[in-house]
């Protein structure tokens, strides 16, 4: 009898574990296409899992019989019951977006998710727009359109990308040791259509990501397919023309998707001098799915673009009445640039708790720049005109492998990665030129081979509200540099390795209330050229921040998220681009707060605004004489969205910048400015009708502004003061579009 019985719990036993056990799944669209970061919830066993890029799901303790609910904003919430331990394959409906659907607990990154409502209802069409879809994040365009915007974000003035790291596809965007500037990041290459996904962080407290993230990083996603073929024509003020076309090569073709997209830009601007802009871009994607739901991904595109820019005109010229704000003193600044890049991606699950995704890359670059910033204060009779140079080639390669498994009752999450990126930069030049045509003298010339490796390893362990994620990131970045204006052949070389710790605390202390802290050190570096120069100084500054916020729905159509924070940086750069100089500026330190809000008034209205307070100072200065030039100390974005009201669309947005030093004293002011844009479209069977103006109520605001010693050809002392772009005055523009 006692043998029957321990028979009989032996095999119970038994059964409990071949029935509960993991149940790998997929979650798909109702164009068959997977989506990711689902939410999977077991009501049984109350376990949980999210969906990977590819669809794919393994959840835990799960066994026949059990009911699963699969959730996704913007999708009809499904409950299924798991039939047998095979795949389990699930589709979900699209439907409008509800924010009171919206569980905080559920979301994989809420951030993210707040990014993906913000693009679902108010979609760009402009590279500008997609960067302005990050909250708190300003820019301003200086160089007649073609040259990368200048970035502010948490009081820095990031210049182009000195602080904010950012990429498309696992492709950087920043060039490292760039002609114009540290970091330069030019993300007109992106077709804005073609974005799917941006994913942000501000802070440097994420294992993945390395050089340039001090105040932030942002990653940009491309859709993985097209729901319908579609091309569209847009015109406006100033000879202003815009195509767009975007074309499926695969519908209907299982487990396969292909696509191409063409933009085309030419305007003239508002200046007196025609900026002669133009842009060509050039798209195409393909994805490819394994009947194990292995990935790959295959991107190919190609960009140029060429401008004239009237530049920084002198406020004093304004005053006086010689030019008008739309004016120039040197209108034949301007230049021209180009990019090709091929991007591959793989993304695999190993096993059922084991998932690997890598990407590998090559880019071809080449850049040109004219400028003009001071006049006449260097050269009396040529002008101070100065040409930036170069032709760049950039190979790399990242992997992460995401490991899952359970260390007793407690979830535990192990990411490691390893990434190279490597930087042939020939003919890296600054020369002082005449009209564009003629080189009076060579400043800097020269040849940058550049190396940095990466290793990082991130873990999470999950004890239900409380998380820990402890991370190390490692890299190690080799400088060479070659001086073609040496007249003995020598490699000068430097190499740094630099350690950086991470570490993150999240609660949910209710289902829609997430409290974290989070901490980490981060690090920028500097120029090649400059690294050689000082013998290895200031390679690679530190920056130590910290993060403390919550997100949360006190109401079920309102998400506020907000934290107060604080950065320090062991070395500020200042780019000096006419003298090809990298001036450091010193300790700096800033807090401040970010204050964010969503809210849903009805099934078709939606609210946001963003602000950001700020305070930066340099601290080894004096008081008084302790201002970061250009650092924002307050901002402010938002505006009301239409989302499908009987055909209808658009919105009202607004944004404001607050005065701000420009100089290190503040005894020269930047001006602030607000200003408001409106877009309305309607929508009638396959065509859609659209009118968007710029600067509604048609202010005087300066894009961009800087303080800066010139002099000008009749002048015969120098001055300084701002000099400043204007932005855009009223501009009005029409859009038809027609998909298929």
């Not at 994913?199 to 001090?214: L, M, P, Q, V, W």
């Not at 034949?332 to 591959?344: A, F, H, K, S, Y």
């Not at 309607?682 to 202010?699: I, P, S």
Request: charged residues 20%.
């Amino acid at each position: 009898m006692k043998k029957q019985i321990l028979a009989l719990l032996l095999f119970g036993c038994f059964s409990v574990i071949v029935q509960a056990q993991n149940v790998k799944g997929l979650v798909l669209n109702e164009l068959n296409q997977p989506l990711e970061a689902a939410y999977v919830y077991n009501q049984n066993s109350q376990s949980h899992a999210h969906t990977s890029e590819n669809g794919v799901f393994v959840i835990a303790e799960t066994k026949v019989g059990d009911s699963l609910r699969i959730g996704l904003l913007g999708y009809k919430t499904k409950v299924v019951k798991v039939e047998s331990t095979d795949e389990v394959k699930i589709i979900l409906e699209e439907k409008i977006f509800q924010l009171d659907e919206m569980v905080i607990r559920e979301e994989l990154n809420t951030v993210s998710t707040i990014s993906r409502l913000d693009l679902n209802i108010t979609p760009v069409n402009s590279s500008q727009e997609v960067l302005r879809k990050v909250p708190g994040l300003f820019i301003g365009q200086h160089a007649g359109g073609g040259k990368a915007e200048q970035i502010f974000l948490r009081g820095f003035d990031v210049d182009h990308g000195t602080d904010v790291s950012i990429s498309v596809d696992g492709m950087p965007v920043n060039m490292v040791s760039h002609a114009h500037g540290q970091g330069y990041s030019d993300l007109h290459f992106v077709i804005p259509e073609t974005v799917n996904k941006i994913d942000f962080g501000k802070g440097a407290y994420y294992a993945s990501e390395g050089d340039f993230n001090t105040a932030g990083y942002v990653n940009f996603k491309t859709k993985d397919y097209l729901k319908e073929s579609s091309i569209s024509f847009s015109a406006g003020q100033f000879n202003t023309l815009r195509t767009v076309g975007l074309f499926d090569l695969m519908e209907n073709v299982k487990n396969k998707n292909a696509y191409v997209a063409m933009e085309y830009i030419a305007t003239n601007g508002p200046f007196e001098s025609p900026q002669n802009f133009n842009r060509l871009n050039l798209f195409g994607k393909y994805v490819m799915y394994s009947p194990e739901n292995d990935k790959l991904t295959l991107t190919a595109s190609h960009f140029t673009s060429r401008w004239d820019a009237s530049g920084q005109i002198p406020q004093r010229e304004v005053d006086n009445g010689n030019i008008t704000r739309f004016g120039a003193i040197d209108d034949t600044e301007g230049g021209e640039t180009q990019r090709t890049n091929l991007n591959v991606t793989f993304d695999k699950y190993i096993s059922e708790s084991t998932k690997l995704s890598a990407n590998a890359f090559y880019s071809h670059y080449a850049f040109e720049l004219y400028s003009n910033f001071t006049f006449f204060l260097e050269d009396p009779v040529n002008g101070d005109q100065i040409r930036q140079k170069e032709d760049r080639n950039i190979f790399g390669a990242n992997t992460a492998l995401n490991y899952t498994t359970f260390l007793g009752s407690t979830e535990f999450n192990l990411t490691t990665g390893l990434g190279v990126r490597h930087d042939i930069v020939d003919d890296v030049e600054l020369s002082r030129t005449l009209n564009r045509t003629e080189t009076l003298e060579n400043i800097q010339l020269g040849d940058i081979n550049q190396t940095n490796i990466d290793a990082f390893v991130n873990a999470e362990f999950d004890f239900g509200k409380f998380k820990i994620a402890p991370a190390l990131r490692l890299d190690y970045f080799k400088f060479l540099y070659n001086d073609q204006l040496q007249t003995n052949y020598e490699t000068q070389s430097e190499n740094k390795t630099i350690l950086s710790p991470k570490l993150n605390f999240y609660y949910d202390a209710k289902d829609n209330l997430q409290l974290y802290l989070k901490s980490g050190l981060g690090f920028h570096s500097n120029d090649a050229r400059v690294v050689v120069a000082n013998e290895g100084e200031d390679i690679l500054p530190r920056s130590y921040g910290t993060d403390l916020g919550f997100v949360w729905k006190p109401f079920s159509k309102l998400v506020v998220n907000s934290a107060l924070w604080y950065l320090f940086l062991e070395q500020e750069f200042v780019y000096v681009g006419d003298a090809g100089i990298v001036e450091p500026s010193g300790k700096t330190r800033r807090y401040g707060i970010d204050l964010g809000l969503r809210y849903q008034i009805n099934d078709w209205l939606f609210l946001d605004t963003d602000a950001t307070l700020t305070n930066a100072r340099s601290i080894d200065a004096p008081d008084g004489e302790d201002y970061i030039p250009l650092a924002p100390d307050f901002t402010l974005a938002g505006g009301l969205s239409v989302n499908d009201l009987d055909g209808f669309s658009g919105g009202l947005r607004f944004r404001y910048l607050d005065d701000r030093p420009a100089n290190e004293g503040n005894s020269i002011v930047a001006e602030g400015y607000f200003v408001t844009d409106l877009n309305i479209n309607y929508q009638l069977n396959n065509v859609t009708l659209g009118l968007a103006v710029e600067n509604l109520f048609d202010v005087d605001w300066n894009e961009t502004q800087f303080a800066t010693e010139s002099r000008l050809q009749n002048e015969a002392q120098s001055v300084e003061e701002i000099h400043f772009t204007p932005g855009t005055p009223f501009f009005i523009k029409g859009t038809v579009s027609y998909r298929f």
